[in-house]
């Protein structure tokens, strides 16, 4: 009878050792799954992060000073529009029919204009001290 007993409880421990073997595989793996897709996920958050600063970067780098774009038309400040400048120039003399500006600025405004950026600024001055 001793026997029988001490085979029911071995087989117990056997099978209470197979329980606890399958809980503690099925959490490992539960958990390996849940670090796979967390480590997965900020992976791809940083790769994106990165092709995102690289893609500003470029854009920043890329853009050499060029002038400002509004906001609603995507067109330069000036507004140029067939190379002569005809939109900054109505623009101008609007502010100044209005009374927005005086006829020195008025002056000052059209000859930047007209000019534009690739006219460098001191042979503006010297254009000016001869006239």
Not at 48 to 64: E, P, Q
Not at 112 to 122: A, K, R, V
């Amino acid at each position: 009878m001793a026997l029988a007993k001490v085979l029911k409880v071995a087989a117990l421990a056997i099978g209470a050792f197979i329980l606890v073997s399958v809980v503690l595989s099925v959490v490992s793996a539960i958990v390996g799954l849940v670090w796979a897709l967390v480590t997965t996920a900020v992976t791809l958050l940083a790769v994106a992060a990165l092709l995102y600063g690289g893609f500003k970067l470029f854009t920043w780098l890329s853009d050499d000073g060029a002038p400002e774009r509004d906001a609603g038309r995507g067109r330069s400040r000036t507004a140029r529009t067939d190379g002569t400048g005809e939109d900054g120039v109505a623009r101008i003399r609007e502010r100044y029919a209005n009374g927005e500006i005086s006829e020195a600025e008025l002056e000052r405004r059209l000859e930047l204009e007209l000019d534009g950026p690739e006219t460098d600024s001191i042979d503006r001055e010297l254009r000016r001290e001869r006239s």
